[in-house]
C-alpha cells in the first residue's frame, strides 16, 4: 500500500476544473492534502474505481456527490470525466526525468547563461566546406 499522492493530487487538480473540492470530513485521520483521503484499501479488501498501471499501482476511488448546493447531477458526472482524464494524462505523460538531454550543458527547461553559452560554443568545431 504505498499511496501515490503525485498521481491523486493530479486527479483533484483534474476534477478542480470543474467543480469544488469538498472541505475535509474530520472523521478520516489521514488526509495528505486537500480532496486526499489515503486508506490502506488493500487490506481491508476494498477496490478502487480507478485503478491502473500494473498490480494497481495508481488507484483511487472517486466520490463526487450532488448533495452540495454549488454541484448538479450533470457537474457530478463531468468531475468524473475529468478525474478519469486527468488520472490517464498522469500515467501516460513520459517521466520528466527520463528524457534525454540533448545538449550536456544548462538546465533543461531553463534558458542558458551567457557561461553555458560560451561553454557551448567553446565545445563546437568549426566545419568550413
Same mark, same amino acid.
Given at each position: 500500500e504505498e499511496p501515490q499522492v503525485e498521481f491523486l493530487q493530479a486527479v483533484?487538480?483534474? *476534477?478542480k476544473?470543474?467543480?469544488h473540492i469538498a472541505p475535509e470530513n474530520e472523521i478520516f485521520d489521514t488526509i495528505a492534502k486537500e480532496g486526499i483521503i489515503l *486508506?490502506?484499501?488493500k487490506s481491508l479488501g476494498l477496490c478502487g474505481s480507478l485503478s491502473l498501471g500494473s498490480g494497481g499501482t495508481y488507484a483511487a476511488t472517486t466520490e463526487v456527490y450532488p448533495d452540495s448546493p454549488k454541484a448538479t447531477g450533470e457537474i457530478c458526472n463531468e468531475a468524473q470525466v475529468a478525474a478519469i482524464v486527468a488520472a490517464l494524462d498522469f500515467v501516460l505523460a513520459p517521466p520528466t526525468t527520463e528524457i534525454p538531454r540533448f545538449y550536456p550543458i544548462g538546465t533543461p527547461g531553463k534558458p542558458w547563461s551567457e557561461v553555458e553559452r560560451k561553454q557551448w560554443k567553446e565545445s563546437?568545431?568549426?566545419q568550413r566546406s
Open positions: 483533484i487538480d483534474g *476534477v476544473k470543474v467543480t *486508506v490502506p484499501s563546437r568545431k568549426n
